[in-house]
């Protein structure tokens, strides 16, 4: 079982900076895949960028390719989501996920979700 929380959203001005951080706790943690992903109200859940184990193969969507920048520290067992630039259309709550084997960009197959974080950009 897989715990995940997230923290680091907030409010911020178009072309300004965050990070969010979730926190992955477990007894049986592993070594999953690690993604995120974020919706707006009356929108799908959208595949945002995810990372491996190693931390050596990424990837993201097209939309936030070149702004985002998604990393992780094993050892706190932490991921982080580094986002520059921010637009108006990045608002959206903001989740993190999880899931075991390859690197996947569909939610369906991401077993483990925390409870997400707002992300709120003005313009």
């Known amino acids: 079982q897989v715990q995940l929380v997230e923290s680091g959203g907030g409010l911020v001005q178009a072309g300004g900076s965050l990070r969010l951080s979730c926190a992955a706790s477990?007894?049986?943690?592993?070594?999953?895949?690690m993604g995120w992903f974020r919706q707006t109200p009356g929108k799908e859940r959208d595949f945002v960028a995810a990372?491996?184990?190693?931390?050596?193969?990424?990837v993201y969507a097209d939309s936030v390719k070149g702004r985002f920048t998604i990393s992780r520290d094993n050892a706190k067992t932490t991921m982080y989501l580094q986002m520059n630039s921010l637009k108006p259309e990045d608002t959206a709550v903001y989740y993190c996920a999880a899931k075991y084997g390859s690197i996947r960009f569909q939610k369906a197959a991401y077993a483990y979700w925390g409870q997400g974080t707002q992300v709120t950009v003005s313009s």
């Open positions: 477990g007894r049986s943690f592993g070594n999953p895949v």
């Open positions: 990372i491996t184990w190693s931390g050596d193969s990424t």
